[in-house]
């Protein structure tokens, strides 16, 4: 079968132009670094009754992701390239509902709307509701950590840290705490200045990875409403550089890139 690979700030992604017969299965193949082509995930399109197009994502697990902010921007790219859509501001239809879309061609960057955050949260989310963005509290093996989660399209978690000496195993533990019942994406933030900040997210359903776009987006949200920085904000990420935007709704604004074409085995 035929294949594109592309990134966003590192976050890796197979695109493929079909619908797989077992997606779940297929992202667990192609997705394996060795035994595979490695990526964080498997995306591919649909025809969509309510938008331009319809976004489909599988975890590199074989989970379903109702939307990936990276993972939507490599997906502009791919349906522009491919010519699945011929204008650069389109709709596109995810599990998370609409998204807006514009491809800058001046600087091959992607904007897209995230919505409006959920900040009042309960099952399935969580195991006790929250308001507000309450500031939450877990004692792990770690010791005690404190956090604030969100919906945003996705659920994050962030917790603020000075350094990342003690992210290893805090990340994964607080991802598949039973607070969270269907697991959560754990952000780790730095807030250098008003202006930027760093983050590290480890992904249910992927591990750590080299960016998160909703999760970095997510970061922003909480650390505007916290006044730790002000409504535009850059985030650092191992991959690179992502711009976020908090308004009513939020803006996540970053570079797509495609990496590799070709073909792939599956048998």
Partial sequence: MKFEKYHGTGNDFIMIDFVPTDPSKLAKKICDRHFGIGADGLIYPEPSKIADIKFNYFNSDGSIAPMCGNGMRCFVRYVLDQKLVLKHEFDVETLAGIIQVTYHPGTQNVKINLGEPEFDLGLPHVSEPIFRMEEQALLL??????????????????????????????????????????FTNVNFVHVKNHHLQEVRTFERGAGWTLSCGTGVAASACVSFKLGKTSSKVDTLVPGGKIKVYVEREIYLEGPAVKIASGTFEVI
């Fill in 141 to 182: 093996d770690e010791g005690m950590i404190y956090f604030y989660t969100i919906n945003l399209g996705t659920l994050h978690t962030v917790v603020y840290v000075d350094d990342y000496e003690q992210v290893k195993t805090i990340g994964p533990a607080l991802s598949n705490h039973p607070f969270f019942p269907k």
